[in-house]
């Protein structure tokens, strides 16, 4: 028999201690509840922290290595486009199909979910139409789902989502759209991505007054999600994690441009800038937050790029071949060498030298043709409708390994002995949901 009726997991980045004070109505639900420390695993970015949340394991077991993939055979960059089945161990999910088929699950939001075994799945999926515009959408299970929700809160708003509009207003449909599911579905378990942390402290800094304000926006947002609950759903367990914190940036390391300089990397100079040439590079970096994969095309170059990055002051490890494994990053998708930031730094995918031999999507908001996560897009300039190359304008970061307490989340619930209250990673919230169903 179920220790709770249901189970409710609010995946939170970039959320602290500290801020759970700026947060009556979060915490009001978690006053009388468990807390702890919340050690992430490397990397501590948003794929791999939630493959981890899901499956309990690391990327060297369930394969989600950075926030996309490079297909060495096809020479393809993959990023924020896969589906549930990049995902190569069972999730949670499917272990609670396998012990009773009656327990359910909603998947809202959570990255790389479109495919996934829950039974009731919403996930952004805007057409791309021949024009090249978009049409809002979104990918739900069972598929006339979407028409539901739109029927009744109007189209996700796909714009407040990432990029220069991104604002609380994503965050709220997600909560609504979810309150509604709960409400006519009544899933025993959800899980819901709520992002709204991640923008004002990545562009201004995590204790800047717009992050902070984004803590009072949140907190809002989650006193109506609360209470269309338990309106909702009797018994509910919450549990509340973050998936990681931002920290204080101020220096930038550029490794394709090293690359570039080691004589590694290969341009192909189109008519709208120069392009980088995965196939004829014999190094080149899959750039994400604080570390990137470098791809090296001769096993015999690797030593000659792991000694390029290291000792440079902005990087604090670099692992290759086998030192992958420290982190559990030891998986065939990984780079063959792994650079690592100091905490104080990030890194940026640009390769050029010249900011106006930069590929023409460089100045525009595009997550899927960039080979790494680019959040100087937050910074897009309404006067001009371009992005400003300017990396150092970046005052927050993520994704090494929480070596600083400043790097730690933290994981709360609603109920007083749902987990012990000491230093705890995210790959243990899978043991911890499962025994809420006797599992």
């Known amino acids: 028999m179920a220790l709770n009726d249901h189970v409710v997991l609010l995946s939170v980045p970039g ?9 009556p109505n979060l915490q009001q639900l978690v006053s009388e509840g468990d807390s702890a420390p919340l050690i992430p695993s490397f990397p501590c970015v948003t794929w791999p922290v939630q493959a981890n949340l899901l499956t309990g394991q690391l990327a060297q077991q369930h394969g989600v290595i950075a926030n996309g993939f490079y297909w060495r055979k ?3 960059v993959e990023m924020w486009t896969a589906w549930n089945e990049k995902i190569q161990r069972p999730q949670i999910w499917d272990v609670l199909h396998q012990h009773d088929p009656n327990l359910t699950s909603a998947a809202w939001f959570p990255m790389l979910s479109k495919g996934c075994g829950a039974d009731y799945v919403c996930m952004p999926a805007p057409v791309h139409n021949p024009d090249g515009s978009e049409s809002l959408w979104c990918y739900t299970k069972p598929t006339e789902l979407y028409g539901e929700l739109r029927d009744t809160l109007g189209h996700f708003p796909l714009q407040h989502f990432w990029g220069p509009m991104a604002n609380i207003k994503a965050t709220d449909w997600i909560c609504k759209s979810a ?7 009544k899933p025993r378990f959800s899980y819901l991505y709520l992002p709204h942390l991640d923008y004002a402290a990545q562009k201004d800094g995590p204790d800047s007054p717009a992050a902070l304000q984004a803590c009072a926006d949140l907190d ?9 609950y338990q309106q909702a759903l ?3 367990l919450w549990l509340i ?5 931002i920290v204080p940036v101020n220096d930038v390391l550029y490794p394709n441009r090293l690359l570039r300089d080691a004589g590694m990397l290969a341009i192909d100079v189109r008519d709208d800038g120069e392009h980088l040439d995965y196939a004829q590079s014999r190094a080149w970096a899959l750039v994400d937050h604080q570390f990137s994969h470098i791809f090296v095309n001769d096993a015999n170059d690797i030593a000659a790029v792991a000694k390029l990055f290291q000792g440079q002051p902005s990087v604090d490890e670099v692992l290759a071949g086998d030192d992958r494994a420290k982190y559990g990053m030891g ?5 063959e060498v792994i650079v690592i930031s100091a905490p104080n730094s990030w890194q940026a995918y640009y390769w050029w030298m010249d900011d106006a031999l930069a590929p023409s999507y460089a100045r525009t908001v595009d997550i899927h043709r960039k080979p790494g996560y680019d959040p100087v897009e937050l910074h897009f300039d309404m006067a001009t409708k371009s992005i400003p190359l300017d990396a150092t304008l970046i005052k ?11 790097q730690q989340g933290v994981l709360l619930a609603s109920q007083r002995g749902v987990f012990p209250q000491q230093p705890t990673a995210e790959t243990d919230v899978f043991e911890i949901v499962l025994r809420q169903f006797g599992i």
Do not use: C, F, W
């Open 331 to 335: 998986h065939e998708r990984s780079g």
């Open 74 to 76: 096809e020479n393809k």
């Open 241 to 245: 994690v973050s998936e990681y914190t």
């Open 220 to 228: 809002h947002v989650l006193g109506t999600l609360i209470s269309d």
């Open 179 to 185: 309150a509604l599911a709960a409400q006519n579905q």
């Open 15 to 23: 959320l602290r201690a500290s801020d759970v004070s700026r947060m």
């Open 234 to 236: 009797k018994n509910v």
């Open 396 to 406: 927050g970061s993520h994704g090494a390994p929480a070596k600083l307490d400043s």
